[in-house]
């Protein structure tokens, strides 16, 4: 089960190491407890190309 959603952080929050840009991603899983992306300060061809990608999943997505 997938969630996205605004929420309250502490102030020990791992998602607060992201300063400025940097994009942070914590996944829980079962086997393997909590794993923790860390993108730091990512340039304007990555963001474009997570659009983009993400526009492809939807398009793709659509069609089956």
Avoid: C, F, N
């Avoid at 993108?39 to 993400?54: F, I, K, M, R, W």
């Amino acid at each position: 089960v997938a969630e996205v959603r605004p929420r309250k952080l502490s102030k020990d929050d791992i998602l607060l190491l992201g300063k400025g840009t940097t994009s942070v991603i914590s996944l829980e899983t079962e086997a393997m407890g909590t794993i923790t992306l860390v993108e730091h300060e990512p340039t304007v061809t990555q963001t474009a190309y997570g659009v983009l990608s993400d526009l492809v999943t939807i398009l793709k997505q659509k069609a089956s």
